[in-house]
């Protein structure tokens, strides 16, 4: 099963994806048994899915960025995106979660924010198979 997702994230299901960034974040890929999470690959994925535009790895994106120190603008520009693709309920907690976020952005970051959603547009699914290496520090979109 894990193999089956794994090759399904690597074509470009954001489903997948999304589903393989989580078992990343909470340890679960490299063995039956809860151990340390891999941040690195899980923000990867769930980056990949993300700008397929799969809302709540959208959401689940800004959340990760949140807990980072400078982290603030990326998870504001993911919670506002997100904000597009949900209703109902979802849609009033991202609002929420990203009112308290932007409340410490400076007016050029708010501005960046708002390029950023702006100027976004979902990129194809097959562009995953070509998917870099996790890297340190910001995942730029």
Known sequence: MKQQLIQAAERG????QFNLAIMYENGLVDSR???EGNHSEAMRWLLAAAEQGLARAQVK??????EEPDGSVQACEWYLLAAKGLRGAHLQKVQSVYERASLGLTPDQSEEVCRFVRDWTPKDPGAATTLP???AGRVSP
């Open 33 to 35: 048994y809860v151990a």
């Open 61 to 66: 994106l800004a959340e990760m960025y949140g």
């Open 13 to 16: 299901n954001a489903e997948a």
């Open 133 to 135: 290496p996790p890297a």
